[in-house]
């Protein structure tokens, strides 16, 4: 690829924009077009897709989903939004970083031209990103579960032994496991799945990103066109106590969103789940699946339990996002201030004291 770069705006589904998805060595499954677009959809926001070309040829891309105030940010149902750049196969690696390099960059200062406030997340050396620190983006790591499905033995030996042990009790129990269809998915099962979610998220203390109305069009968007599946575990009453929603590609596919009651933990039915999701995608050609996230402490104990390896996710602020004030940052600050003040009033105490 020779010539000047110019960044332009693509159709979601462009065709060599889903060439480079295709092939790119950052890409994952929630690059996948329809994905990126249900994101948006479902919550209010919009996609964009920048494409950098070399005359006729596209040297690389960008899917956003933009939020009404036009902040960019990661979607659980699009989770990586960083560029990819095309291949360039047989390439030095010096040439190739030097064009990766210059290619996500055109794309990311086109980006933030249009929207200032960017958070990016990609795999590891999916791009030279070293000039865009240098440039003021604020990089730092967050972490996933990737599960080898490629043996489906050998991934039942690296669950932890009393994981297995639930998913036996759930199935002695009576619970469960069945794909919906997009012909199921009705408004009561939407009204379920909504809520579970919620009380997931919740009970990690994040906010919803899909409210009813949104895994409405979700659901409708995703299974009808057989982008995702969602796979639900029903109690022996026949209500639905857990769910998961996956993406359908391979051979690598994704956790896109789940939920689950606090009894379904408990009593396994969360349990033989999982293991029953990765069993069929299993079957169905899948070698290996992003658990969508590894948190740390309590809340992350059920899924390391599934005895995944432990993998990076590099995460890219732009310069313009790391000035802007998060809620997490307010709660920080002020939590700050609460301490100083306590600090000041045993002080004077002590002071008075003596």
Same mark, same amino acid.
């Not at 929630?30 to 996609?47: E, I, K, M, N, Q």
């Not at 036009?70 to 047989?90: E, Y």
């Given at each position: 690829?020779?010539?000047?770069?110019?960044?332009?705006?693509?159709?979601?589904?462009?065709?060599?924009?889903?060439?480079?998805?295709?092939?790119?060595?950052?890409?994952?499954?929630?690059?996948?077009?329809?994905?990126?677009?249900?994101?948006?959809?479902?919550?209010?926001?919009?996609?964009?897709?920048?494409?950098?070309?070399?005359?006729?040829?596209?040297?690389?891309?960008?899917?956003?989903?933009?939020?009404?105030?036009?902040?960019?940010?990661?979607?659980?149902?699009?989770?990586?939004? /960083?560029?990819?750049?095309?291949?360039?196969?047989?390439?030095?690696?010096?040439?190739?970083?030097?064009?990766?390099?210059?290619?996500? #960059?055109?794309?990311?200062?086109?980006?933030?031209?249009?929207?200032?406030?960017?958070?990016?997340?990609?795999?590891?050396?999916?791009?030279?990103?070293?000039?865009?620190?240098?440039?003021?983006?604020?990089?730092?790591?967050?972490?996933?579960?990737?599960?080898?499905?490629?043996?489906?033995?050998?991934?039942?030996?690296?669950?932890?032994?009393?994981?297995?042990?639930?998913?036996?009790?759930?199935?002695?129990?009576?619970?469960?496991?069945?794909?919906?269809?997009?012909?199921?998915?009705?408004?009561?099962?939407?009204?379920?799945?909504?809520?579970?979610?919620?009380?997931?998220?919740?009970?990690?203390?994040?906010?919803?990103?899909?409210?009813?109305?949104?895994?409405?069009?979700?659901?409708?968007?995703?299974?009808?066109?057989?982008?995702?599946?969602?796979?639900?575990?029903?109690?022996?009453?026949?209500?639905?106590?857990?769910?998961?929603?996956?993406?359908?590609?391979?051979?690598?596919?994704?956790?896109?969103?789940?939920?689950?009651?606090?009894?379904?933990?408990?009593?396994?039915?969360?349990?033989?789940?999982?293991?029953?999701?990765?069993?069929?995608?299993?079957?169905?050609?899948?070698?290996?699946?992003?658990?969508? /996230?590894?948190?740390?402490?309590?809340?992350?104990?059920?899924?390391?339990?599934?005895? #995944?390896?432990?993998?990076?996710?590099?995460?890219?602020?732009?310069?313009?996002?790391?000035?802007?004030?998060?809620?997490?940052?307010?709660?920080?600050?002020?939590?700050?201030?609460?301490?100083?003040?306590?600090?000041?009033?045993?002080?004077?105490?002590?002071?008075?004291?003596?």
């Amino acid at each position: 690829m020779t010539g000047a770069l110019s960044v332009v705006e693509l159709d979601v589904d462009d065709a060599a924009w889903r060439q480079i998805v295709d092939t790119a060595t950052g890409s994952s499954p929630f690059h996948h077009p329809r994905l990126v677009r249900a994101a948006a959809s479902s919550t209010g926001c919009r996609s964009v897709v920048l494409g950098a070309r070399r005359g006729t040829e596209l040297a690389g891309g960008i899917a956003a989903v933009v939020s009404p105030g036009g902040s960019v940010l990661p979607r659980s149902l699009a989770a990586f939004n /960083g560029p990819l750049v095309a291949a360039m196969p047989g390439a030095h690696p010096r040439a190739r970083h030097r064009h990766e390099s210059t290619v996500a #960059g055109a794309l990311l200062d086109e980006l933030v031209r249009r929207h200032p406030r960017v958070s990016l997340r990609m795999r590891p050396g999916t791009v030279d990103i070293r000039g865009l620190v240098e440039r003021g983006w604020v990089p730092s790591l967050s972490f996933t579960y990737h599960l080898d499905l490629s043996d489906l033995s050998l991934a039942w030996r690296r669950v932890d032994d009393n994981r297995r042990r639930l998913v036996r009790r759930a199935e002695h129990l009576g619970y469960e496991v069945r794909e919906v269809s997009a012909a199921d998915a009705d408004g009561r099962l939407v009204d379920r799945v909504a809520r579970l979610h919620a009380q997931q998220q919740a009970s990690y203390g994040t906010p919803v990103e899909l409210d009813r109305a949104g895994w409405r069009v979700a659901l409708a968007s995703l299974l009808g066109s057989r982008v995702a599946r969602l796979f639900a575990t029903a109690d022996p009453r026949g209500d639905l106590v857990a769910f998961v929603l996956v993406s359908a590609s391979v051979p690598s596919a994704a956790v896109l969103a789940s939920g689950a009651e606090r009894s379904a933990l408990d009593d396994g039915a969360a349990a033989l789940l999982r293991w029953e999701v990765f069993r069929q995608v299993s079957g169905d050609g899948v070698r290996v699946l992003d658990l969508n /996230g590894a948190r740390s402490g309590p809340h992350g104990r059920f899924k390391a339990s599934f005895g #995944g390896e432990l993998v990076e996710r590099w995460e890219l602020r732009s310069p313009e996002q790391t000035t802007v004030p998060t809620w997490g940052s307010i709660v920080r600050r002020a939590a700050t201030g609460v301490r100083s003040d306590v600090r000041r009033l045993r002080t004077l105490r002590q002071e008075r004291s003596w």
